[in-house]
């Protein structure tokens, strides 16, 4: 199990963590300091708390440490917490302090315990990937390897055939007309159309005598091989247009953050897309971000919409965000460690090429955002297909929750 220089190894990245996060240098504590003292002396010595919640967290940390051969129980408490939450305080879901001093502290513990331990605490699992990925803790913490994230992408979709139907778009890709059965209605309907004939239908001469002349036969075959040739066309271009490899959506990361200038709701952000591209970004997250917690974080973002200002202010990309139903929990989709910066995600089954710029008379992306979602497991997907970047799936906290 851990050992006391495991711990050691704890308060120093918990306190170059909690130096970030309130944006202070990790340098003015002292290694002496964080050497002497225990885990609350040290983060009473960064950070003074003042809600009882984060006190209980730190309480927690420091008999997590102390209680030799309890671990096992204070963590399933912790696994059992987790259960309904995704940070540890209550009604947020952005990595606070509190989440940084239990992750520091819990984090030598599990790297010690078996597969078969670790899968009887799947809610801290999913908890330690969200905050190893959006908090920095230098170099000194190994990062978990959460086997949950590994997964098939479902098989390639079925082509369409003729007289299939596209479900999400309710095209007939072969043009035809759909027949739908019902207590014999469409069977009625094609008798009544069949009797309702000039003449006596019965009588066969009568039908050869009414068929058409050469010339008119002509003209009507040349009129239905047009129709015919044009319906499948236009049905393949408004099926196109749901697809979504027409959207190229790339990882970036945020250099810079700031207030929007004229909109309490909005935040201004320059993306860097590497190779040089950077771009700036308006988003409606200013309820539920400061900048600086945006700054350097990995993200997911559309970036062939149409530039355009927002309140007066330019605006070239969509970040891609979940958000549960209530919409009180809103967060960026998380690239996986390892994405390249302005790589292209990619979908099984979805192999076209982005176009260069969305057409917002076409309404496109109204018709693929109702398909965008995260799975139970945060994972995020279109129609149930992951979001793919080279390193794996991007993700999200927020599980169930809609992605525009």
């Not at 851990?2 to 306190?15: E, G, L, N, Y």
């Not at 992750?103 to 999913?126: G, N, W, Y």
């Not at 945020?254 to 591209?277: M, T, Y």
Request: proline fraction near 6%; glycine fraction near 6%.
């Amino acid at each position: 199990m851990a050992a006391a220089a495991d711990f050691a190894q704890s308060k120093q990245a918990m306190s170059y963590a909690l130096c970030k996060h309130l944006n202070r240098d990790p340098s003015d504590i002292s290694s002496t300091i964080i050497k002497e003292s225990d885990i609350a002396s040290l983060f009473s010595h960064i950070v003074n708390p003042s809600q009882d919640e984060v006190k209980k967290w730190v309480e927690f940390s420091s008999n997590f440490v102390q209680s030799d051969g309890e671990q096992h129980v204070l963590l399933g408490n912790l696994n059992q917490h987790l259960s309904q939450m995704s940070v540890l305080l209550a009604g947020g879901f952005k990595p606070s302090v509190a989440d940084i001093v239990v992750f520091a502290t819990v984090h030598v513990f599990m790297c010690h315990l078996s597969d078969s331990e670790l899968q009887k605490c799947p809610h801290i699992l999913r908890w330690m990937d969200y905050i190893q990925n959006a908090v920095d803790f230098g170099t000194t913490v190994q990062k978990i390897n959460v086997t949950k994230s590994v997964f098939n992408p479902p098989s390639h979709p079925k082509k369409a055939e003729k007289g299939d139907v596209d479900p999400s778009c309710k095209k007939v890709l072969s043009g035809q007309k759909i027949t739908e059965k019902s207590d014999g209605t469409a069977d009625s309907k094609k008798a009544a159309v069949e009797n309702k004939v000039p003449g006596d239908q019965a009588n066969p001469t009568s039908a050869k005598n009414n068929k058409p002349s050469g010339d008119k036969k002509k003209a009507q075959e040349k009129t239905a091989g047009k129709a015919t040739e044009a319906a499948p066309q236009k049905s393949a271009e408004k099926d196109s247009e749901c697809s979504v490899s027409i959207l190229n959506i790339q990882v970036g990361v945020i250099r810079k953050a700031w207030k929007h200038p004229s909109a309490d709701s909005l935040l201004v952000e320059e993306i860097d897309l590497g190779d040089g591209n950077v771009r700036q970004v308006v988003s409606g997250l200013a309820k539920f971000f400061n900048p600086d917690d945006l700054v350097n974080r990995h993200v997911v973002l559309i970036t062939n919409v149409k530039p355009g200002k927002l309140r007066d202010v330019m605006s070239a990309g969509l970040v891609l965000c979940a958000s549960n139903k209530d919409h009180t929990i809103v967060e960026p989709l998380i690239p996986p460690e390892g994405a390249k910066l302005g790589e292209r995600i990619s979908f099984a089954g979805f192999d076209g090429k982005p176009e260069d710029v969305l057409n917002p008379k076409k309404k496109q992306l109204d018709k693929i955002t109702p398909h965008l979602r995260t799975d139970e497991n945060g994972i995020a997907t279109f129609r149930g297909i992951p979001f793919i970047t080279s390193a794996g799936p991007c993700r999200s906290s927020v599980p169930n929750a809609d992605v525009k």
